[in-house]
């Protein structure tokens, strides 16, 4: 089973990842993180292999974190699941730095699970 941190700072939002993750059968919910330093310290206590993370976040930006993490695990895969929109260019950028895809929030169980098990 895959392992995946889910890092947003809302409760809501880790709470619905966190069910559709871990009712997938494939995937289980490591641990939450509720901004990108905190990612980042979990990213090595936990050691994922998928982190699903918002772009705007307190203390430290889905961004920044982003490229953090990437400096530190090259291959980590790292979904942003984000309400920014996929034109904005906080998307874009997250591309650029190694995101491997965008979603949209509220996210859709069954294409948040299509884009995990294609990872």
Known sequence: MRKVL???DSLTAIRQ???IINESGDFVCVGRARSGLEAIRLHNELCPDIICMDLN???MDGLAAL???K???NDLK???VSSVGGADSWCLDAL???ASTV???PADAEKVLQVLRGL
């Open 96 to 98: 650029k730095l190694g």
């Open 71 to 73: 400096a530190l695990d």
């Open 6 to 8: 889910v890092v947003d």
């Open 78 to 80: 790292v979904v942003i």
């Open 57 to 59: 976040m307190p203390d």
């Open 67 to 69: 490229r953090c993490l």
């Open 17 to 19: 990842m966190e069910k």
């Open 103 to 105: 979603l949209s929030k």
